[in-house]
């Protein structure tokens, strides 16, 4: 950076703690806070009509989280660095703050002793974690060796097939003490559950600790859908707040989070073939920013006829991996 001053947008919902951070960062004159905002879009709007320098940005935001929110301005407004001011102390949560291509992340309790170091540090170029995540090892977006996350499809023949696989991708990501998303239909949840005690997960116990959500699609759905389509703003506030709520449950580090989702299926068994391919896009663009590992599921007979076949190659063009099952 120039000598010039550096010109900072803060973002966060709790007006106290917003001021008292403009505060710390008006002691130092080379710092010019030119504006706040309380909320993701918000945050969104001022970044790409001011351009600052820097946004000091939280993960618990109303309308649009601060991941989400990141991720947008990356986008409107590249050239503005992103410092994490968070509450969230999960290195899960760091990681994929760090994903979103922001420079640093400090929490909010160590603010008073490492704000203005982190601060300068971004604004160096160099990035910054607080000293309480000493011995991790993140990522940044950009770095070539950190392992992208699973997406993958299973087209399966039978309810028995999919609860099969299901079984297995979810018993592995509970037995390594991770968290699971379940969204999917009544049957397929009911009858998931003997299974994974019959493989020796401690289901209940995941319950309980909160490691183990169980979804239903259209509910899940109605938490995004707009007109028949998802809305990309509802959709990463709803999925965002969700994982968060997942990976603050595990306990210990690293923590990750798998999803098993079924929403692009029941969209396209209403015959919503457009909202069906937006909603597989979207997951894609959440399962890179947070790391989840997911899977989807499909019955090989919603495939027929020219349509069917077009959907097909969509779809498996959009996942990493591609199942069947007969």
Not at 61 to 84: C, D, M, Q, Y
Not at 203 to 224: H, M, N
Not at 246 to 274: H, I, M
């Amino acid at each position: 950076m120039s000598d010039a001053c550096v010109r900072i947008l803060v973002v966060d919902d709790f007006e106290p703690f917003r001021f008292v951070v403009s505060s710390m960062l008006r002691e130092h004159p080379e710092f010019q806070v030119i504006a706040e905002a309380a909320d993701g879009l918000a945050a969104v709007q001022k970044a790409e009509e001011l351009h600052p320098d820097l946004i000091l940005l939280d993960i618990g935001l109303p309308h649009l989280n601060g991941i989400g929110a990141a991720r947008r301005i990356r986008k409107l407004s590249p050239e503005s660095k992103i410092l994490f001011v968070s509450q969230e102390s999960s290195a899960y949560v760091v990681q994929g703050a760090l994903a979103t291509g922001a420079c640093g992340y400090v929490v909010k309790e160590d603010a008073v002793n490492e704000l203005v170091a982190a601060v300068n540090a971004v604004l160096r170029g160099e990035q910054f974690v607080g000293g309480r995540f000493a011995g991790h090892n993140f990522a940044r977006a950009s770095d070539e060796k950190a392992v992208g996350p699973r997406h993958e499809v299973q087209f399966y023949s039978n309810d028995a097939c999919f609860l099969d696989r299901l079984t297995q991708f979810i018993g592995e990501a509970l037995t390594a003490g991770n968290a699971v998303i379940v969204i999917a239909t009544e049957s397929h949840r009911d009858g998931l559950l003997p299974r994974l005690k019959a493989q020796g997960v401690d289901i209940a116990g995941a319950i309980e600790e909160g490691r183990y959500i169980s979804l239903d699609p259209a509910e899940t759905l109605s938490t995004f859908m707009v007109n028949g389509l998802p809305h990309p703003v509802r959709f990463s506030k709803a999925t965002g707040d969700l994982i968060l709520r997942a990976a603050n449950a595990v306990k210990g580090a690293p923590a990750r989070v798998a999803a098993c989702g079924e929403c692009a299926s029941f969209l396209w068994a209403q015959g919503n073939a457009e909202a069906a391919i937006q909603v597989v896009h979207l997951w894609n663009e959440i399962a890179t920013t947070y790391g989840v590992d997911i899977l989807c599921g499909y019955p090989q007979n919603s495939f027929h006829g020219e349509q069917g076949s077009q959907l097909f190659q969509e779809i498996c063009s959009e996942h990493s991996a591609v199942h069947s099952s007969s």
